[in-house]
């Protein structure tokens, strides 16, 4: 059974900083990518970021590039994302997500997300 456990959200003020943290346990870790999505209150669910399975390759969404970064550490089954200079915009619940190729990623599994809010 594969599980996914995100951590790290919380509330912050607009400029402040938070690390996501997203466990994995039931799948080989260091295979697939990783990815984040996010959800805000009456929006659909939309793509953040996404790693390869080595962490040498990343994309981001245009509306957090420069401000988000995505890494992995593959000895601890782990995925992070870290927010810098977070706006309120940023305001959502963020789950994290293991799928198919990094090319041409299909999320398959899902974590229960963490919420963050960004106060203005």
């Known amino acids: 059974q594969v599980q996914l456990v995100e951590s790290g959200g919380g509330l912050v003020q607009a400029g402040g900083s938070l690390r996501l943290s997203c466990v994995v346990s039931?799948?080989?870790?260091?295979?697939?990518?990783m990815g984040w999505f996010r959800q805000a209150p009456g929006k659909e669910r939309e793509f953040v970021a996404l790693i390869n399975w080595s962490g040498s390759r990343t994309s981001y969404a245009d509306s957090v590039k420069g401000r988000f970064s995505i890494s992995r550490d593959n000895a601890k089954n782990t995925v992070y994302l870290q927010m810098n200079s977070l706006k309120p915009e940023d305001t959502a619940v963020y789950y994290c997500n293991t799928g198919t190729s990094y090319s041409d990623y299909v999320p398959l599994y899902w974590g229960q997300g963490t919420q963050v809010t960004v106060s203005s």
């Open positions: 039931g799948r080989p870790f260091s295979s697939y990518p």
